[in-house]
Every structure is written in structure tokens, then in C-alpha cells.
């Protein structure tokens, strides 16, 4: 009796043991699971914050100059007279499209103006597909194209918004599908303004082929009323987003902008996850999405990046493996389940601790120990990746060649702790002063190199000035000694095909220049 009551109990030890060891096995695979899924949502929002904030910028910074043309054109004195002949109180021409088309583009009165519309589009760099000009009643009476691009004189514009901006002497800016071309575009309006009152206006499209190449997989545009524009995946073109403000427009007015009356919903739902409510169940993808969104309040383009999470479905099966792996373990040795439980919390936190050790010496790699900042092969790194960008965008940077003055008179005097300090505190005075994309970096000794991504060698030499006068403004502390030192600054802006030893062969030229026109001041180089 003794004997079966023991084997009871033991089997009942047995079983209960089991049951808790399942229990912390399914635990413990749980946890694993849910610390690589949170780590690789948290990375690819990051991701897609960063795409995002990225391409919405360069879009912007190509669209400025576009912005800008209309404005340029309307003030010309020849454009403004041509208009003058038509007047402000004009009315829509009540002539057909095609009888208006042919007789102003026979007027020989228009002809030089054409002429003057088509050189400007034909520049290739201004990015334009299109310059036109409108009379006070919304009627073209002047285009300029590309030969092979449909020309649309005559039609009327006073329905679009652009035009109507212009007719209260604002800009106009404005996503529509060309009535006459059947293109869509980005069109930008001024108004011709005489003595208070409104001529006409002038504008210029820039097609949306034009920003495709920006695109990257899994990127698309919207408009103001959420309706895709422009999508690395044709199949979303001219689709809404869910609630798209294009309902509350009216169908005559959807048919103006967009040449159509409705419109497909993309299928974007909600995805709640136990780590992240940012996520989004994208079309007929089962696992869920990171959705990241970049754009102004008063932008009409909305830049959206959304990154699949196909790896939470391997997740979720490797988190079922474990369990199972951890289940017939306690299942062969409850003895095992200590042991285990050891090594799983002593693997998670070697991998954690490898990993933070890993990132404490690739900063360490990178900076200088002493000051913080860039180390020279960091520095000539991040040089070459921006020369790259600016080659491939056309866009300008700079560095500045930076060495402290009588600097050896202060390490003389004052030893290598006074020196150190007033390194470290040289690097602390330009750090407030920079901007979160300039790199600063330590090039040895008292010389410093400072990279000014997207700056031109005019508005450099302004920012070496302000530097330089902020230093010479801010002396250090050395211990009861209060010292002031200086800078002497050479500016160089890239030029195509410059290495960045060359780059900064030229800034240091400029530097020594600096020097020996009597230290203390900024000199830019020239390119020889």
C-alpha cells in the first residue's frame, strides 16, 4: 500500500513537475519570440522613418527652384505688355478648343513668347515639362513644349485650383492630370500682376515621371486628398488610402483633377500587435507592416514607406519549435529544467552584452578618444559616400580645413592636460554651432576637418567665419587661467571629379594660406 501511495505521489511530483516545466518552456519561448519581434519592428520603423525623412527632403529640395520659375517669368516687362492686350475684365473665349488652339498659335504677335517658353523648357536642368501662359479668363494663349509633347494652347484653366490662387495674387501649386495631355504633374502658377490688377498667370509643369527615379521598392506619393500619385508599384497609381479625402469631393470636381469619378481603396488595415500599434496590415500580405509618413502641413505631396514584416511569420515558427524542443527535454529530464532555464538567461545576456560591446568598438573605431569626434579614416569615409551622393544628385558640399593657432605655445605653457582641454573645448564650441547632418573630425594633432554636406563654398566661408569668430569670443578655462586662442579656417567646395584627399589638399592650401596672411581668419580655395 505504502509502495503505490509512494508511486502515486511520485508520478503526481512527476506530472506536476512536467506541467510547470511546460509552462515555463512555453514562457521562455515567448519571451524569445517576443524580443526578436519588438527588436526587428523597432529597426524597421527606424528604417522607414529614415527612407521617408529622406526622400521627402530631396523631392522638396528639387521642387524649390521648379516653385520659383513661374514667379521669375511673370516679372518679365514683354510678358506683362503681351497680357496688357487682353486686359483684366476679359472674358473665356467663346470660340471651340480647336478653333482657339490654331488661331493663337498662328498669331504672329505670340510667336516670339512661344519661342521664349520653349527655350526655357527645353533646359535639362531646370526639370520642367511644360511653361504656358493664361490670360485673365483662364484661356492659354501661349505654350512652350517639347517637340514631341502634345501642345495645349487654348484650353482653359479657370477650374483649377492653381488658377484660382493666382486670381487672389497668390502662388498656385497643384497635383492634376493634364486636361489636354492626359499626363500627370506637379503645376506651379504666378500671377501677372499691373498696377494692383490681374493679367494672367504663368505656369510650369514638372510630370511625375520626372521623380520616379527617387522611388524605392515599397514608396509611393500622395496627394492632399490621399490619392497616390506616384508608386514604385504601378498597380497603386491613382488608388486612395483608406477615409481619402477624394470623397468629400464632388464628382465633377474628381473628374477635373484626376480624369476619373472613382476611385480603388487600397486595402490598409490596422494591425495590433502586443509591441507596436504603428503597423498596418498591407493589401493581401498575412504578415503585418511598418508604415512611416514624411511630409509639411502645407505640402501637398505626402511621402509614405511601409517595410513587410514577412520575418514575424519565421518567428513565430521558430517560437513554436522551442517550445516543443523545451517540451520533450522536460518531458526525457525534468532534471534539465534548472540547467536550461541557466543557459537560455545566460545566452540571452552574453548575446546582449556581445552586441553592446560590439557597438562600443565600432564608435570606438570611428572617433577620436579625445575630443569625441570623427577620426580621419571616419571622416574620409563619410567624404567619400557624400561626394558619391552629390555626383549622382548635383549637389554641393564643402569642408572646412580647421588648425587652432599657437597652439604649441599652449601645451608649452600650459602642458598636454591645458592642450587637451582646449581641444576638447574648441570641439564643444563648434558642436552647438553645427548642424545635425555636418561631421566634424579630428585630422591629427590641433588640425580639425569639418564636412558641410549640401552647402556651397559661398555659404561655407560664412559658417567658417561665424565659427571662427565664436571661437575667438570663447576663451578656456585653465584652471585660474583664462585663454583665448584662435583658428585659422580654408574652405573648398567639391568639385566633380575631386577624390577627398584632393578636396582636402585644397582646404588645407587655403588653411595654410590663412595662416600666412596672419592666422586668425578664413580663406577659400580656388580650384587650379
Known amino acids: 500500500m505504502t509502495s503505490v501511495l509512494q508511486s502515486r505521489w511520485t508520478l503526481a511530483v512527476w506530472v506536476i513537475m512536467v506541467i510547470l516545466w511546460l509552462i515555463a518552456a512555453y514562457f521562455i519561448a515567448g519571451v524569445v519570440a517576443q524580443q526578436r519581434q519588438s527588436q526587428l519592428i523597432h529597426r524597421e520603423q527606424q528604417e522607414a522613418n529614415k527612407s521617408a525623412e529622406i526622400i521627402h527632403t530631396i523631392i522638396h529640395r528639387s521642387l524649390v527652384h521648379i516653385q ?15 497680357l496688357s492686350q487682353f486686359g483684366s475684365n476679359i472674358t473665356a473665349s467663346p470660340l471651340p478648343y480647336e478653333e482657339r488652339h490654331r488661331q493663337w498659335r498662328a498669331d504672329p504677335a505670340l510667336s516670339h513668347l512661344v519661342q521664349r517658353l520653349n527655350e526655357i523648357v527645353a533646359v535639362d536642368d531646370i526639370g520642367i515639362n511644360a511653361c504656358w501662359l493664361m490670360n485673365a479668363a483662364g484661356d492659354t494663349v501661349a505654350v512652350g513644349v517639347l517637340p514631341k509633347d502634345t501642345n495645349f494652347t487654348g484650353a482653359n484653366y479657370v477650374d483649377r485650383d492653381y488658377f484660382q490662387a493666382a486670381q487672389r495674387g497668390q502662388k498656385g501649386y497643384q497635383f492634376a492630370v493634364g486636361r489636354v495631355t492626359g499626363v500627370p504633374g506637379l503645376f506651379f502658377v504666378s500671377p501677372v500682376m499691373a498696377q494692383g490688377h490681374f493679367l494672367g498667370a504663368v505656369g510650369v509643369r514638372t510630370n511625375l515621371d520626372n521623380l520616379s527615379h527617387l522611388l524605392g521598392p515599397n514608396m509611393f506619393i500622395t496627394d492632399e486628398y ?3 500619385i506616384l508608386a514604385h508599384d504601378p498597380d497603386l497609381k491613382m488608388r486612395s488610402l483608406p477615409d481619402a479625402r477624394v470623397a468629400q469631393l464632388s464628382t465633377e470636381a474628381r473628374e477635373q483633377r484626376y ?3 472613382e476611385f480603388t481603396t487600397v486595402m490598409m488595415a490596422p494591425a495590433h500587435l502586443k509591441e507596436s500599434t504603428n503597423l498596418i496590415h498591407w493589401r493581401e500580405n498575412s504578415y503585418p507592416s511598418v508604415l512611416a509618413t514624411q511630409g509639411h502641413p502645407e505640402d501637398i505631396l505626402r511621402v509614405y514607406v511601409y517595410r513587410d514584416l514577412r520575418e514575424i511569420e519565421n518567428i513565430q515558427r521558430d517560437r513554436n519549435w522551442l517550445f516543443a524542443l523545451l517540451s520533450l527535454v522536460g518531458l526525457l529530464s525534468v532534471s534539465l529544467i534548472a540547467g536550461t532555464l541557466i543557459y537560455i538567461r545566460v545566452l540571452i545576456q552574453h548575446s546582449q552584452k556581445l552586441t553592446g560591446l560590439n557597438d562600443e568598438l565600432a564608435r570606438q573605431a570611428r572617433t577620436d578618444a579625445l575630443t569625441g569626434c570623427a577620426n580621419r579614416r571616419s571622416l574620409l569615409t563619410l567624404m567619400d559616400a557624400e561626394r558619391q551622393r552629390a555626383s549622382r544628385y548635383s549637389l554641393p558640399f564643402s569642408v572646412l580645413g580647421m588648425d587652432l593657432d599657437h597652439f604649441k ?3 608649452d605653457r600650459y602642458g598636454h592636460a591645458g592642450g587637451d582641454q582646449a581641444l576638447r573645448h574648441f570641439v564643444a564650441l563648434l558642436k552647438e554651432m553645427l548642424r545635425p547632418t555636418d561631421v566634424l573630425g579630428r585630422m591629427g594633432g590641433e588640425e580639425f576637418t569639418l564636412l558641410l554636406p549640401q552647402t556651397r563654398g559661398c555659404d561655407a566661408a560664412l559658417i567658417a567665419e ?8 570663447s576663451p578656456v578655462s585653465l584652471g585660474t587661467a583664462v ?11 567639391w568639385e566633380a571629379p575631386e577624390t577627398a584627399e584632393q578636396l582636402l589638399g585644397r582646404a588645407d592650401q ?7 596672411a596672419g592666422r586668425n581668419q578664413v580663406q577659400v580655395a580656388v580650384l587650379v
Not at 466 to 473: N, Q, T, V
Not at 483 to 493: E, L, N
Open 259 to 261: 480624369k476619373r469619378r
Open 510 to 516: 587655403a588653411m595654410y594660406a590663412a595662416k600666412q
Open 409 to 411: 605655445q599652449i601645451n
Open 68 to 82: 520659383n520659375l513661374p514667379t521669375l517669368i511673370a516679372s518679365e516687362p514683354s510678358l506683362v505688355s503681351l
Open 483 to 493: 585663454i583665448s586662442f584662435t583658428v585659422s579656417v580654408g574652405v573648398a567646395q
Open 466 to 473: 561665424r565659427l571662427r569668430a565664436k571661437l575667438e569670443a
Open 226 to 228: 490621399d490619392v497616390i
